[in-house]
């Protein structure tokens, strides 16, 4: 499963996973595009 299914399906959005995981949400949106 890919960070962006798992997020979609916890009904997050891009800025709450950020917050929550201490990155942010460039970086949350590179990880989804498998950009490094």
Do not use: C, F, P
């Not at 997050?12 to 950009?35: D, F, H, M």
Request: hydrophobic content about 30%; charged content about 30%.
């Amino acid at each position: 499963m890919s960070v962006k299914s798992l997020r979609q399906k916890s009904n997050w959005s891009q800025e709450q996973l950020a917050q929550l995981s201490g990155l942010n949400v460039r970086t949350i949106q590179r990880i989804e595009k498998g950009e490094r």
